[in-house]
Each structure stands twice: as C-alpha cells, then as structure tokens.
C-alpha cells in the first residue's frame, strides 16, 4: 500500500479524475468551439483587410489617373497660354512696327514737302532778286523805252523759265 502513500499517486488520480470531469461536462468542445469562432473571426478580418487592401488600391489607381489627367490639362492650359502670349506679342509687335513705319514715311513726305517748298520759296527770292538787280541794271545802262521793252521781255522770260 505504499502506493496509494506517494503523493504523486494522488496527482494522476486526481488529474484522471479532473479529465473524466471535463469530458463529462464537454469541456473539450467548448474549447473548439472558441477555438474555430476566433479561426473563423481572423479568417473574416483578413478578408476584410484584403477587401480594404483591394479597395485601396484601386482608390489610389484612380488618383494617379486623376493626377495625370489634371497634370496633362495643366500642361495644356500652360501650352497654350504661351501661344496665345506668343501670338499676342507678335500681333503687337507687327502692329508697332506697322505704326513706326507709317509715322516714319508721314513725317519723310513732310520733311520732302517742305523741302520742295523751301527750294521753291528759295527759287522765287533768288527770281525776285534777280529780276530787281536785272531791272535795276538795265534801268541805269539803257534808257528810254528800248530798255523798258528789254525789262519786260527778261521779265517774262524769266518767269517762263522758273515755272
């Protein structure tokens, strides 16, 4: 009877005990059924993340579409607002070249018109000056009515001549 004396008899018959008692009572089941709820809750949220991942990316595809649609419209926008810059620059310029030209032949055909007139009114004083000192010659040096008939007639020539 020692046997039934050492405590360690006393251990495995009360575990036996203790293993009888759980399966009577389905402790075991209770234990699996926890078990496959949190599988099956692990296995629900990974579903979840991968749904969550899948939804992820393909918010950030249509993003990146998005961002290279606005940077090609951007692109765009900037191209042609250089053009039109381009084209307006030019149309000015050709435009203020147009301008300068036409005030730059007004103001030649003025400086020419006053130069035939100032030659003209140059022409008629020299005429003038020349008919007074010819008369004024003439008069002294040949007297009586040949020397009037002589006036007269350089008069009129020299009138003839410078029209």
Same mark, same amino acid.
């Given at each position: ?66 961002? #290279?649609? &606005? %940077?090609?419209? +951007?692109?765009?926008? =900037?191209?042609? *607002?250089? @053009?039109? $810059?381009?084209?307006? !620059? /030019? ?20 400086? #020419?018109? &006053? %130069?035939?007139? +100032?030659?003209?009114? =140059?022409?008629? *004083?020299? @005429?003038? $000056?020349?008919?007074? !000192? /010819? ?20 008069? #009129? ?7």
């Amino acid at each position: 009877m020692h046997l039934l004396a050492d405590p360690e008899t006393w251990v495995a018959i009360a575990f036996v005990i203790l293993m009888g008692l759980f399966a009577y009572l389905g402790v075991h089941r209770m234990l699996l059924k926890a078990l496959d709820n949190r599988s099956e809750r692990i296995r629900s949220e990974l579903a979840e993340a991968k749904r969550l991942k899948e939804e992820a990316a393909k918010v950030l595809a249509d993003y990146k579409t998005r961002r #290279a649609s &606005a %940077e090609r419209e +951007a692109e765009e926008i =900037v191209t042609s *607002a250089k @053009a039109e $810059a381009e084209r307006i !620059a /030019a149309e000015a310029k050709a435009k203020m070249e147009d301008f300068v030209s036409r005030r730059t032949k007004s103001a030649e055909s003025k400086i #020419a018109l &006053a %130069e035939a007139q +100032a030659l003209a009114d =140059v022409r008629a *004083a020299a @005429a003038d $000056a020349a008919v007074q !000192a /010819a008369a004024t010659v003439l008069s002294q040096s040949v007297k009586g009515s040949v020397g009037e008939d002589l006036v007269a007639k350089g008069i #009129a020539e020299v009138g003839r001549k410078l029209n």
